[in-house]
């Protein structure tokens, strides 16, 4: 008697091995298990339990283009108090007078987050820190060779020393306190060791390891922080550079292996290439544990959000931005689009409606489908036969090999298909009728240079809200981001978000 093979075995994100077994209910079991491979199982995991210290009022002041006078600062941070976060971290008010003044205006309006500043591990800046009425003081201090051999000088023992006088007074002024070593994964694993424990040893809230050049890897991250769980009981806080794209996927194995806090920016900015941005880290715990996240944070605030630092930094939120760039919920390719408008989930893992956002099908391409092409010609409410539907995508696509065709145009080759199937036109588009199309377009490029720009290549909608070859009314004109059936819950935006110029 033969024996049947064994299954490979699947190695899900919680290292548990899941074998996809021949019976009906385990096979069913177990596939359940393999497409869900999301949230992490290991009992020290905080992927359902974690703290985000945003620091666009601290790091992002270290972008290249950032200049936040008080006003911005004071709505950044009600904005990013609205929005949620646990704790909002400002820059020392030893960097100077008006950073010192900022730090007392914000610990002054009454927000629900915590107001912690980032100092260098010196009692001066510490007693200024305090002076300002901060819920807590972020404590940083050089550990790797090359900063103690270049920046400060410092022998472990001296680093210890000093740590423990300035820690020993916030406390003693009853304030939160985090001890962070900078540049932690170039530092000696045993130095970090001494140090940690003798900081956790003074009863500290959380220490703190920073990726201050972004050069560790998520295996880097995820060792280090198992190795600290096992030698300190308090929380563990991360900062990650993003020098070498890793820096969501650090903060996510971060909190696999057992970290509490993760330090944010919006839009990522900061030094160099910035810091992990709010919205990437939100995308990935979004995917680990959905319920937590809406219930915890607003997530329709963060384009918000975006909108007001990018506009402060003078900077384009990224086409490909996490959940707000303007191609994050757009779909083009015809299978894909197929898929999405049946069910949506077989091509996005972020529900686009939790975040305030609305998904967009492109259909007046050369790589459009059927299905899509008909999804539209019922949003118009045009009766067509799938036959119709099919040669009309074939006109769409003969046009769209010469250039990409406008919601517009799309929307008129639809109207024409429709108006031929009950008898009002005879015909179907021929060669004449495209030389003639053809002539009409440049005299349309006469009458309005801004047909053809980058904003209106997909959804430009023209003078069409009161009904034109048979378009019916409310469908949505150029420059709206509006659905043309507001009940609609496929393809809900008709214009996509307009492309954005680098600046």
Same mark, same amino acid.
């Given at each position: 008697m033969s024996e049947t093979p064994s299954t490979p075995p699947f190695q899900s994100s919680a290292g548990s091995t899941t074998t996809l077994a021949s019976n009906g209910n385990n096979q069913a079991a177990n596939l359940r298990a393999f497409v869900t491979?999301?949230?992490?199982?290991?009992? =020290?995991?905080?992927?359902?339990? /974690?703290?985000?210290?945003?620091?666009? =009022?601290?790091?992002?002041?270290?972008?290249?283009?950032?200049? /936040?006078?008080?006003?911005?600062?004071?709505?950044? *941070? &009600?904005?990013?108090?609205? /929005? !949620?976060?646990?704790?909002?971290?400002?820059? #020392?008010? +030893? *960097?100077?007078?008006?950073?010192?003044?900022d730090c007392i205006a914000i610990c002054q309006l009454g927000l629900k987050a915590k107001v912690v500043t980032h100092v260098r591990c010196e009692m001066e800046a510490a007693?200024? *820190?305090?002076?300002? !009425?901060?819920?807590?003081?972020?404590? @940083?201090? !050089?550990? #790797?060779?090359?900063l103690r051999q270049f920046a400060q000088g410092q022998d472990v023992g001296h680093i210890i020393r000093e740590a423990t006088e300035v820690i020993n007074f916030i406390k003693s002024k009853g304030l939160e306190v985090r001890f962070s070593t900078e540049d932690t994964f170039r530092s000696d694993l045993v130095d970090l060791l001494s140090i940690y424990k003798a900081m956790a040893g003074l009863g500290v809230d959380r220490i703190g390891i920073a990726d201050t050049v972004g050069c560790a890897t998520p295996r880097q991250v995820y060792e280090l922080v198992r190795t600290l769980r096992g030698v300190v009981n308090c929380e563990i806080e991360c900062h990650f550079?993003?020098?070498?794209?890793?820096?969501?996927?650090?903060?996510?194995?971060?909190?696999?292996?057992?970290?509490?806090?993760?330090?944010? #920016?919006?839009?990522?900015?900061?030094? &160099?290439?910035?810091?992990?941005?709010?919205g990437g880290l939100v995308a990935r715990m979004y995917v680990a544990d959905p319920d937590y996240v809406k219930n915890k944070y607003n997530l329709h605030m963060l384009r918000e959000l975006e909108t007001i630092v990018a506009s402060a930094v003078e900077v384009q939120v990224p086409f490909n931005n996490f959940i707000t760039g303007y191609c994050s919920f757009t779909h083009k390719a015809g299978i894909h689009a197929n898929l999405i408008l049946n069910n949506p989930s077989t091509y996005e893992i972020l529900k686009p409606e939790d975040f305030g956002m609305t998904r967009y099908v492109s259909i007046g391409h050369r790589l459009t489908g059927w299905n899509a092409v008909k999804n539209r010609?019922?949003?118009?409410?045009?009766?067509?036969?799938?036959?119709?539907?099919?040669?009309?995508?074939?006109?769409?696509? &003969?046009?769209?090999?010469?250039?990409?065709q406008g919601l517009e145009a799309v929307d008129q080759i639809l109207c024409?298909?429709?108006? @031929?199937?009950?008898?009002l036109v005879d015909h179907y588009y021929d060669e004449d009728d495209d030389d003639d199309d053809e002539d009409d377009d440049d005299d349309d490029d006469d009458d309005d240079?801004?047909?053809?720009?980058?904003?209106?290549?997909?959804?430009?909608?023209?003078?069409?809200?009161? !009904? @034109?070859?048979?378009?019916?009314?409310?469908?949505?004109?150029?420059?709206?981001? &509006?659905?043309?059936?507001?009940?609609? #819950?496929?393809?809900?935006?008709?214009?996509?978000? +307009?492309?954005q110029q680098r600046t």
């Open positions: 491979p999301y949230a992490a199982q290991e009992f =020290l995991s905080r992927v359902s339990n /974690f703290s985000i210290i945003e620091s666009t =009022l601290r790091e992002g002041e270290q972008f290249a283009n950032a200049f /936040f006078d008080t006003a911005k600062k004071i709505e950044i *941070a &009600r904005a990013l108090d609205a /929005f !949620g976060v646990e704790y909002i971290e400002l820059t #020392s008010p +030893a *960097a100077s007078e008006q950073s010192r003044l007693r200024m *820190a305090v002076e300002t !009425g901060v819920h807590g003081l972020d404590v @940083v201090i !050089g550990t #790797s060779s090359i550079h993003n020098d070498t794209g890793c820096a969501v996927a650090n903060a996510y194995t971060a909190l696999e292996a057992g970290a509490t806090h993760i330090d944010t #920016s919006i839009l990522g900015i900061g030094e &160099r290439n910035g810091i992990t941005p709010l010609a019922l949003q118009l409410g045009l009766n067509l036969s799938d036959d119709e539907i099919k040669a009309a995508t074939a006109e769409i696509k &003969r046009l769209a090999d010469i250039r990409p024409h298909y429709h108006d @031929v199937s009950i008898g240079d801004g047909e053809e720009d980058g904003n209106e290549e997909e959804g430009g909608g023209g003078e069409n809200a009161n !009904g @034109v070859h048979g378009i019916p009314n409310g469908y949505a004109a150029s420059g709206e981001k &509006r659905s043309f059936d507001e009940n609609a #819950s496929t393809l809900e935006g008709v214009e996509p978000p +307009a492309k």
